[in-house]
């Protein structure tokens, strides 16, 4: 019966008098471990759900029915447990009661767990402990931890899925240094998660993209630049003196003396100190893959006047070695005739050397912008799926021995679509005398003539309407040269499938991964037909070799015996030589079997 347990209020039942029967949802085995856990530190919280018992299962000697608490009382039973808390409903309100505990047992949202965490924390559980209690690894309890340094707002889109769990230290990133910074990243994201997807999910691989896009397209008075290179647009935004204007204004000035095909002002950059400056300063968002971002005006304000001055002081110092070596192309004019062809060479030689400093800093201009801007691509463009596509097949086959052109697509087309496709095939099966049929015989074309199986690929590939079909597409084809059976050709043409070489193999891994789950079942058959044909063959060829050297050391046992044993022996090792070229011939014939495959 059940008992009155006064240290909880509640009832403790022994588990022999409750009737488990079946459920809809099987147990899951990972969940009752993690529950026993749980129950072996902190004790069964949740009491299971009971009703009274039917008369058929009374007279077997049960009391009471489980509602809900499978998993729970499943887990008693794993630590040996006699009897559990439980809570009795009325059999009417069976149904209702199951149906409620399959609801609670939907998996929570990542914030929702976040909050769970906190509560165990709250409690004076560690990290180590939440994670035992919940039987869960401490890595997932120290992410919710982390999820719980974002404003509410932020937790909710991770929550709901709108912003991905890998983008949580990006976001601790930023609001670390400017939690104002964050809240508008995050209204930004939240305001355009129906018509802008890309915002959420580009906050991994390139958020401070994400985070321009943000301050540009928002009333937003929060300040943040970028601590690479001043805008000149931004000198008058930051009211940065008339004495920096007028120091602009010198640097243009210099920059047009230094070079003569110069427009506008020169590229204003900020150094590493700068940087350094501003990162020990507490006002530095540094992010992967992105540009540093200073999140203090005023700060900002002084380094981009040092930015300036030291702009002048560079350019100046440029001006005046252009200066002396203009000089010094004089006094050698003056001592030698002139000679224009010399002067114009001399004049180019300094211009490029004047641009080779220049092409430092675009150098790096290139490398800052494409990171910001390109690392991260739309799967779905269908520009990006020509590039790698049609770069991967490379160029239009020319049938020239010399050039090599096209040579990729032509084996592509030769050694796979020629042989796959149903329209470069004929059959050439003669009629006997008898009328019937004779012996299957498929005619694939001469593979030396190869534009008609090319123009077909091309035309497949051509046709391709989005990047997914055009990634299908140019696996169909090469998969196909992977796959293709040589046994249909004479072995003249039965060449090996092509490799695709990689970083640590990962093209032929992952080409095997795409394409293994769509061969067909025959192929897959013929194959381990053709495996075990040459099997037989190689047992056959030994034993048959065995059987000849067996002869061959009987035949000398018995020639030391006769006085023809010279003769003998020497029968004997020809029969055995002869049985060694056969075996010889039959293993290349049979390598080159095994090659087609």
């Known amino acids: 019966m059940a008992t009155t347990t006064p240290a909880t209020g509640g009832l403790t039942m022994p588990l022999e008098r409750i009737h488990v029967p079946e459920n809809v949802r099987a147990l899951n085995t990972e969940h009752v471990s993690a529950l026993a856990a749980s129950i072996a530190l902190q004790g069964m919280l949740v009491p299971i759900v009971v009703c009274p018992a039917q008369r058929e299962l009374v007279a077997t000697g049960f009391e009471y029915e489980l509602v809900a608490g499978f998993h729970r009382i499943a887990a008693a039973g794993k630590l040996g447990l006699a009897e559990v808390p439980a809570v009795i409903r009325d059999s009417a309100g069976e149904q209702a009661d199951r149906a409620v505990e399959n609801i609670t047992r939907l998996a929570l949202r990542a914030d929702e767990e976040a909050a769970a965490v906190h509560a165990m924390l709250d409690k004076g559980l560690t990290e180590d402990g939440a994670a035992q209690a919940l039987g869960w690894p401490k890595a997932r309890v120290t992410a919710r931890v982390k999820l719980l340094e974002l404003p509410e707002r932020a937790r909710e889109l991770v929550g709901a899925g709108v912003v991905p769990l890998s983008a949580v230290d990006q976001l601790r990133a930023i609001g670390k240094v400017s939690a104002q910074l964050l809240e508008v990243l995050v209204d930004y994201v939240a305001d355009h998660q129906d018509g802008a997807t890309w915002a959420a999910s580009q906050l991994v691989s390139d958020p401070g993209y994400v985070l321009g896009n943000a301050l540009r397209e928002t009333d937003s008075k929060v300040f943040a630049a970028y601590l690479h290179q001043l805008d000149p647009r931004e000198v008058e935004e930051l009211r940065l003196g008339k004495k920096a204007a007028e120091q602009l204004a010198e640097a243009e000035k210099l920059h047009r003396q230094v070079n003569q095909y110069a427009y506008g002002p020169p590229t204003i950059r900020f150094s590493e100190q700068d940087v350094d400056e501003a990162r020990g300063g507490g006002v530095l968002i540094e992010l992967d893959r992105c540009t540093p971002i200073i999140v203090d005006r005023p700060l900002y304000r002084e380094l981009a006047k040092r930015a300036i001055k030291r702009a002048v002081e560079e350019l100046q110092e440029r001006a005046e070695r252009a200066k002396t070596e203009r000089n010094q192309t004089s006094k050698e004019r003056g001592a030698h005739p002139a000679d224009p062809v010399d002067d114009a060479r001399r004049e180019h030689g300094r211009r490029v050397r004047e641009l080779a400093e220049q092409a430092h800093g675009a150098n790096l201009d290139v490398g800052r912008s494409l990171m910001n801007n390109l690392a991260t691509v739309d799967p779905g463009d269908i520009t990006v799926a ?17 050039t090599q052109s096209g040579d990729l697509v032509a084996e592509l087309a030769v050694r796979g679509i020629r042989l796959v496709i149903e329209e470069f095939r004929a059959d050439v099966t003669k009629t006997l005398k008898n009328g019937s049929r004779g012996k299957l015989r498929i005619d694939y074309g001469d593979p030396k003539q190869p534009d008609k199986p090319i123009a077909w690929l091309w035309k497949f590939i051509d046709g391709a309407k989005t990047a997914g079909e055009m990634y299908g597409r140019a696996l169909v084809v090469i998969a196909a040269e992977q796959h293709a059976c040589r046994l249909v050709v004479p072995s003249s043409q039965q060449f090996a499938a092509k490799r695709w070489p990689s970083h640590k193999d990962h093209a032929a891994k992952a080409l095997a991964k795409l394409a293994g789950p769509h061969l067909p079942a025959t192929l897959k058959q013929l194959e381990k037909a053709i495996a075990k044909a040459g099997t037989e063959l190689h047992e056959a060829q030994e034993r048959a070799y065995a059987q000849s050297r067996e002869r061959t050391v009987a035949a000398q046992k ?17 029969e055995l030589d002869a049985a060694k070229e056969a075996y010889e011939i039959d293993d290349s014939v049979d390598s080159d079997a095994d090659a087609s495959l």
Request: no cysteine; charged share 20%; hydrophobic share 25%.
């Open 386 to 402: 020509r590039f790698f596509v049609y770069g991967l097949l490379g160029s239009d086959y020319d049938g020239s021995p010399h």
């Open 558 to 574: 018995s020639s030391a015996l006769g006085a023809d044993g010279d003769t003998s022996t020497s029968a004997e090792r020809g």
